[in-house]
Each structure stands twice: as structure tokens, then as C-alpha cells.
């Protein structure tokens, strides 16, 4: 048996139907990338300098480079460790322009980048610490094989995380940092970025 052919007015709201559909669509998402959200935070307001964390408030930190705008701030900051050794504190904050854009933005992974650079390095971290961010990814680059050793230290410890349309990336390098000690860096970092969100 033959397939049964639309009358024409029923093609043309089949028609009609998938234009709206369409239309409808395209309005959604443009509105979403076209019409920023206003948080009615300052960016910087979400930045914490590791003298004031208090696992980290040993070392003497120098910031050595700062840029900021209203969509994102990235701070460097160096100390020298006991036998003159430099650790870093990196931390980058970005505001998209709305929550789906930072989303957009977190799914990029950086873990991804560093599997890709340093392939069977990056191990992930979990521990007791509740964290507030909408989502997260906490892990070790383990360059130097400390970790997957059996000692409880990492070349480079990264906090990835995201809260509504900020997106918060941190890198603490050349530490002695254990697991627990890097998860509550970060946990005290995850406090400061949700009391100045309230």
C-alpha cells in the first residue's frame, strides 16, 4: 500500500508548526547569549589572597601580577618555601555573561587539558570537606609521581569550580601540600566565594 500523502493545508501547518518551533528556539538561546544576568557582584569581591587562608597564611606571598576587568580577574602570587623553594598561587575568576555561558565555559574542562598535556598524571581528589559550588572538580597533576608513590603531596594541586555565572579556577604548584590540607585551602576559598555571592 502506498504511503499516505498529506493534504496540502495539513503540510502547511507541519510547516507552520516547525517554523514556530524553530523561532521559538532561536529566541531562547539568544536571549540567553545576548542578554547578560547582573549579579550585582564585583568580580573581585570573589578573589582570595592565600595570606588570608589559613592553611596557606604561613608563607610571606608577593602578588606578582594582577589583571582585572568586570568579567574576570587573575592574580599570580609567589613565596619562597623552607630551602628557598617557589610555590605559586594561581586564581583565575570569570563571570560569564550569564549562568549558561559559565556553565558552557566549566564543561570546557580544564582537566581535560591537563589528561591531554600529562597523560595518566591527573588524579582526582575527594575528601569530609562540603563544598557550596554548583559544580566542581578538585585533582592533582601529579608531574613529579609523589602521589601515585604513596606520598601524600603534588607537583600541582587544581580547584575547578563554578558558582551560578562565576567560574573559579585555582592552581596551588611547588607545595608540600597533603590531600586534606589542599582540600581545606580550597573549602576556605569555596566559604569566601559564597559569602561574598549572599
Known amino acids: 500500500m502506498p504511503p499516505r500523502r498529506l493534504s496540502a493545508p495539513k503540510k502547511m501547518r507541519k510547516l507552520y508548526l516547525g517554523m514556530v518551533l524553530v523561532l521559538a528556539i532561536m529566541i531562547v538561546v539568544g536571549g540567553v547569549l545576548i542578554f547578560p544576568q547582573n549579579p550585582g557582584v564585583d568580580t573581585k569581591a570573589l578573589v582570595m589572597s592565600p595570606a588570608r587562608n589559613t592553611v ?22 609567589t613565596a619562597l618555601a623552607p630551602g628557598k623553594r617557589r610555590i605559586t598561587y594561581f586564581q ?6 550569564n549562568e549558561l555561558v559559565a556553565r558552557w565555559d566549566y564543561l570546557s574542562s580544564v582537566r581535560r587539558n591537563f589528561e591531554r598535556n600529562y597523560p595518566s598524571k591527573v588524579i582526582g581528589v575527594n575528601g569530609e570537606i562540603k563544598f557550596g559550588a554548583d559544580e566542581k572538580d578538585t585533582f592533582c597533576v601529579d608531574i613529579d609521581d609523589t602521589l601515585s608513590k604513596g606520598i601524600d603531596s603534588c607537583a600541582m594541586w587544581i580547584f575547578w569550580a563554578r558558582y551560578g555565572q562565576f567560574r573559579i579556577y585555582i592552581s596551588v604548584n611547588g607545595t608540600h ?22
Do not use: C, H, M, P
Open 56 to 77: 596557606l597564611a604561613a608563607q610571606s606571598w608577593k602578588l606578582e601580577t594582577s589583571n582585572g576587568s568586570d568579567s574576570g580577574v587573575t592574580e599570580v602570587w
Open 92 to 97: 583565575e575568576i570569570y563571570r560569564g555573561r
Open 177 to 198: 601540600l597533603g590531600r586534606e590540607d589542599f582540600l581545606r585551602t580550597v573549602g576556605e576559598v569555596d566559604a569566601w566565594v559564597l559569602d561574598a555571592l549572599e
